[in-house]
Protein backbone atom coordinates (compact mmCIF):
# COMPACT_ATOMS: atom_id res chain seq x y z
CA UNK A 1 0.00 0.00 0.00
CA UNK A 2 2.70 2.59 1.08
CA UNK A 3 4.79 1.36 -1.98
CA UNK A 4 1.27 2.26 -4.21
CA UNK A 5 1.20 5.64 -2.62
CA UNK A 6 4.98 6.29 -3.28
CA UNK A 7 3.83 5.44 -7.10
CA UNK A 8 1.32 7.88 -7.47
CA UNK A 9 2.97 10.50 -5.50
CA UNK A 10 6.07 10.45 -7.83
CA UNK A 11 3.34 10.22 -11.00
CA UNK A 12 1.67 13.55 -9.63
CA UNK A 13 5.21 15.04 -8.92
CA UNK A 14 6.29 14.03 -12.43
CA UNK A 15 3.43 15.68 -13.96
CA UNK A 16 3.54 18.88 -12.24
CA UNK A 17 7.25 19.31 -13.43
CA UNK A 18 6.24 18.72 -16.60
CA UNK A 19 3.50 21.05 -16.59
CA UNK A 20 5.77 23.63 -15.53
CA UNK A 21 8.53 23.08 -17.95
CA UNK A 22 5.30 23.86 -20.79
CA UNK A 23 4.65 26.70 -18.97
CA UNK A 24 6.31 30.11 -21.32
CA UNK A 25 8.81 31.40 -19.28
CA UNK A 26 7.94 35.28 -18.48
CA UNK A 27 8.82 38.02 -20.97
CA UNK A 28 12.32 39.66 -20.73
CA UNK A 29 11.95 43.60 -19.33
CA UNK A 30 12.07 45.98 -22.66
CA UNK A 31 15.31 48.26 -22.76
CA UNK A 32 14.06 51.75 -21.02
CA UNK A 33 14.44 54.92 -22.65
CA UNK A 34 15.50 56.46 -19.51
CA UNK A 35 18.17 54.41 -18.73
CA UNK A 36 19.28 54.81 -23.13
CA UNK A 37 22.30 58.04 -23.41
CA UNK A 38 20.99 60.50 -25.62
CA UNK A 39 23.75 60.00 -27.92
CA UNK A 40 22.72 60.97 -31.69
CA UNK A 41 21.92 64.51 -32.73
CA UNK A 42 19.17 64.10 -35.06
CA UNK A 43 17.30 67.15 -37.20
CA UNK A 44 14.48 67.03 -40.14
CA UNK A 45 13.83 69.05 -42.74
CA UNK A 46 10.06 69.32 -42.16
CA UNK A 47 9.71 72.33 -39.65
CA UNK A 48 7.76 73.07 -36.55
CA UNK A 49 3.40 73.10 -37.94
CA UNK A 50 4.69 72.20 -41.80
CA UNK A 51 2.08 70.08 -43.20
CA UNK A 52 3.06 67.34 -45.17
CA UNK A 53 0.43 64.91 -47.20
CA UNK A 54 0.86 61.16 -46.74
CA UNK A 55 2.27 59.46 -49.73
CA UNK A 56 2.98 62.60 -51.41
CA UNK A 57 5.40 64.67 -49.49
CA UNK A 58 8.82 63.47 -47.91
CA UNK A 59 11.22 64.52 -45.37
CA UNK A 60 14.86 64.34 -44.80
CA UNK A 61 16.40 62.65 -41.58
CA UNK A 62 19.90 63.66 -40.33
CA UNK A 63 22.09 61.73 -37.45
CA UNK A 64 25.03 61.99 -36.37
CA UNK A 65 27.06 61.30 -33.24
CA UNK A 66 26.48 64.44 -30.84
CA UNK A 67 29.89 66.14 -30.24
CA UNK A 68 29.62 66.21 -26.66
CA UNK A 69 30.17 62.69 -26.31
CA UNK A 70 33.83 61.12 -26.10
CA UNK A 71 35.22 59.96 -28.82
CA UNK A 72 34.86 55.63 -29.33
CA UNK A 73 31.35 56.63 -27.38
CA UNK A 74 29.94 54.64 -30.73
CA UNK A 75 31.88 51.91 -31.21
CA UNK A 76 28.97 49.23 -30.07
CA UNK A 77 26.79 50.63 -32.60
CA UNK A 78 26.12 48.51 -35.54
CA UNK A 79 22.80 50.32 -36.93
CA UNK A 80 20.48 53.10 -36.92
CA UNK A 81 17.03 52.40 -36.88
CA UNK A 82 14.64 55.86 -37.54
CA UNK A 83 11.01 55.82 -36.20
CA UNK A 84 8.22 58.10 -36.92
CA UNK A 85 6.76 58.98 -33.56
CA UNK A 86 3.24 60.59 -32.62
CA UNK A 87 3.38 63.91 -30.34
CA UNK A 88 2.33 64.39 -27.23
CA UNK A 89 -0.60 66.21 -28.99
CA UNK A 90 -2.04 63.40 -31.29
CA UNK A 91 -1.10 60.73 -28.52
CA UNK A 92 -4.02 62.67 -25.93
CA UNK A 93 -7.26 60.37 -25.43
CA UNK A 94 -5.66 57.82 -27.59
CA UNK A 95 -4.51 55.20 -25.75
CA UNK A 96 -3.25 52.88 -28.51
CA UNK A 97 -0.65 55.85 -29.34
CA UNK A 98 1.04 56.51 -25.54
CA UNK A 99 4.39 56.59 -25.29
CA UNK A 100 6.13 54.25 -22.84
CA UNK A 101 9.60 54.20 -20.89
CA UNK A 102 10.03 50.49 -21.42
CA UNK A 103 10.62 50.57 -25.53
CA UNK A 104 8.30 47.13 -25.79
CA UNK A 105 5.65 48.21 -24.30
CA UNK A 106 6.00 51.60 -26.48
CA UNK A 107 3.09 52.38 -29.14
CA UNK A 108 4.02 56.75 -30.05
CA UNK A 109 6.70 55.32 -31.98
CA UNK A 110 4.70 53.05 -34.20
CA UNK A 111 6.18 54.20 -38.15
CA UNK A 112 9.66 52.84 -39.81
CA UNK A 113 11.15 55.24 -41.70
CA UNK A 114 14.56 53.51 -42.49
CA UNK A 115 17.20 51.19 -40.75
CA UNK A 116 20.55 51.57 -41.82
CA UNK A 117 24.27 50.11 -40.46
CA UNK A 118 25.22 53.08 -38.53
CA UNK A 119 28.38 55.14 -40.27
CA UNK A 120 31.90 53.98 -37.98
CA UNK A 121 33.66 57.29 -36.66
CA UNK A 122 30.26 58.69 -36.56
CA UNK A 123 29.91 60.03 -39.54
CA UNK A 124 26.47 61.90 -40.17
CA UNK A 125 23.54 59.70 -42.03
CA UNK A 126 20.63 60.81 -44.09
CA UNK A 127 17.68 59.69 -45.76
CA UNK A 128 14.48 60.78 -47.28
CA UNK A 129 11.43 59.21 -46.77
CA UNK A 130 8.21 59.20 -48.34
CA UNK A 131 5.70 59.66 -45.59
CA UNK A 132 3.92 56.54 -46.01
CA UNK A 133 -0.07 56.24 -47.37
CA UNK A 134 -0.97 54.65 -44.27
CA UNK A 135 0.35 57.39 -41.41
CA UNK A 136 -2.43 58.88 -39.97
CA UNK A 137 -2.98 62.76 -40.05
CA UNK A 138 -1.39 63.91 -36.39
CA UNK A 139 1.26 65.97 -35.18
CA UNK A 140 4.41 63.76 -35.46
CA UNK A 141 8.50 64.10 -34.32
CA UNK A 142 11.20 62.05 -35.54
CA UNK A 143 13.49 59.12 -33.12
CA UNK A 144 16.36 57.57 -33.89
CA UNK A 145 18.22 54.39 -32.46
CA UNK A 146 21.53 53.20 -32.66
CA UNK A 147 21.47 49.05 -32.12
CA UNK A 148 23.85 47.33 -31.08
CA UNK A 149 25.16 43.87 -32.80
CA UNK A 150 22.21 42.25 -31.24
CA UNK A 151 19.39 44.70 -32.51
CA UNK A 152 19.08 46.48 -28.91
CA UNK A 153 19.06 49.91 -28.67
CA UNK A 154 21.95 51.42 -27.02
CA UNK A 155 21.27 54.79 -27.41
CA UNK A 156 19.10 57.58 -29.13
CA UNK A 157 18.23 60.78 -30.47
CA UNK A 158 15.38 62.89 -31.59
CA UNK A 159 13.63 66.13 -32.68
CA UNK A 160 11.84 67.80 -30.50
CA UNK A 161 8.41 66.82 -29.53
CA UNK A 162 7.08 70.22 -29.29
CA UNK A 163 8.76 71.69 -32.69
CA UNK A 164 6.39 68.41 -34.06
CA UNK A 165 5.21 68.64 -37.88
CA UNK A 166 1.95 67.35 -38.90
CA UNK A 167 1.22 65.36 -41.48
CA UNK A 168 -2.26 65.43 -43.33
CA UNK A 169 -3.29 61.85 -43.66
CA UNK A 170 -5.32 59.95 -46.75
CA UNK A 171 -8.82 59.89 -45.39
CA UNK A 172 -11.19 60.69 -48.40
CA UNK A 173 -12.17 58.82 -51.60
CA UNK A 174 -9.42 59.02 -54.30
CA UNK A 175 -10.86 61.89 -57.07
CA UNK A 176 -10.91 59.02 -59.86
CA UNK A 177 -12.92 56.99 -57.55
CA UNK A 178 -15.75 59.92 -57.24
CA UNK A 179 -15.66 60.36 -60.76
CA UNK A 180 -16.12 56.89 -61.82
CA UNK A 181 -19.16 56.68 -58.86
CA UNK A 182 -20.82 60.02 -60.86
CA UNK A 183 -20.29 58.39 -64.17
CA UNK A 184 -22.00 55.47 -63.15
CA UNK A 185 -24.75 56.93 -61.43
CA UNK A 186 -25.46 59.12 -64.27
CA UNK A 187 -25.74 55.81 -66.57
CA UNK A 188 -27.59 53.98 -63.66
CA UNK A 189 -30.47 56.63 -64.10
CA UNK A 190 -30.07 56.52 -67.85
CA UNK A 191 -30.46 53.63 -68.37
CA UNK A 192 -33.86 53.28 -66.02
CA UNK A 193 -35.56 56.19 -68.12
CA UNK A 194 -34.61 54.25 -71.61
CA UNK A 195 -36.18 51.16 -69.85
CA UNK A 196 -39.07 53.29 -68.75
CA UNK A 197 -40.04 54.73 -71.88
CA UNK A 198 -39.66 51.13 -73.62
CA UNK A 199 -42.44 49.87 -71.41
CA UNK A 200 -44.67 52.27 -71.67
CA UNK A 201 -44.70 51.83 -75.98
CA UNK A 202 -44.65 48.15 -74.95
CA UNK A 203 -47.82 49.18 -73.06
CA UNK A 204 -49.07 51.49 -75.85
CA UNK A 205 -48.83 48.79 -78.44
Same mark, same amino acid.
Request: hydrophobic fraction near 45%.
Given at each position: ? &???????????? *?????????????? *?????????????????? &? =?? +??????????? %???????? %? /? @??????????? $?? =???? *? @???? #?????? $????????? #????? =?????????? +?????? %???????? @???????????????? !? /?????? !??????????????????? $??? &? +??????????? *?????? /??? =??? $?
Amino acid at each position: M &ARHQSVQALSVL *AVLLFAAACLPAPA *AAGVHLSTLPKALAVTAS &A =KS +GQVLHAGVDSV %TVTWSLNT %T /E @PAGADAGYKNV $KV =KLCY *A @PASQ #KDRGWR $KSNDDLSKD #KACQF =KVTQQAYAAG +GSPGSF %TYVVARDV @PSGSYYVRAYATDASG !T /EVAYGQ !TSPAAAFDVAGITGIHASL $KVA &A +GVFSAFSVAAL *AFFFVV /ENR =KKN $K
